[in-house]
Nanobody
């Protein structure tokens, strides 16, 4: 198993930036494809970004393309989500999730494709 802990959330004004981190402990981090999801009150869970085991393949939701950057440091067992030019619509609880996979190219873009989840971190963007 792997344990995931998100951090870095907070309150920021529109146009500001935050960097979320998701630290993993347990099994070898590099065997996991990682995904960021978010869920706003009253809305469905949304896939924000995903990254393959090595970091060579990435996915971004259209709503965050050009503003968010997903990266990972396997030596530090951590995946990051750099969020720039934040908008009020980005307000949500952000979760990281891990998928145990043998494929170096695999990315998980659906919640049911993942195996482990963190507890979430709140991001609030004021207008």
């Amino acid at each position: 198993q792997v344990q995931l802990v998100e951090s870095g959330g907070g309150l920021v004004q529109a146009g500001g930036s935050l960097r979320l981190s998701c630290a993993a402990s347990g099994r070898t981090f590099s065997r996991y494809a990682m995904t960021w999801f978010r869920q706003a009150p009253g809305k469905d869970r949304e896939t924000v970004a995903a990254i393959s085991r090595s970091g060579g393949i990435k996915y971004y939701a259209n709503s965050v393309k050009g503003r968010f950057t997903n990266s990972r440091d396997n030596a530090k067992n951590t995946v990051y989500l750099q969020m720039n030019n934040l908008k009020p619509d980005d307000t949500a609880v952000y979760y990281c999730a891990a998928k145990d996979t043998y494929s170096v190219k695999y990315i998980a873009t659906k919640s049911y494709e993942t195996d482990y989840w963190g507890q979430g971190t709140q991001v609030a963007v004021s207008s």
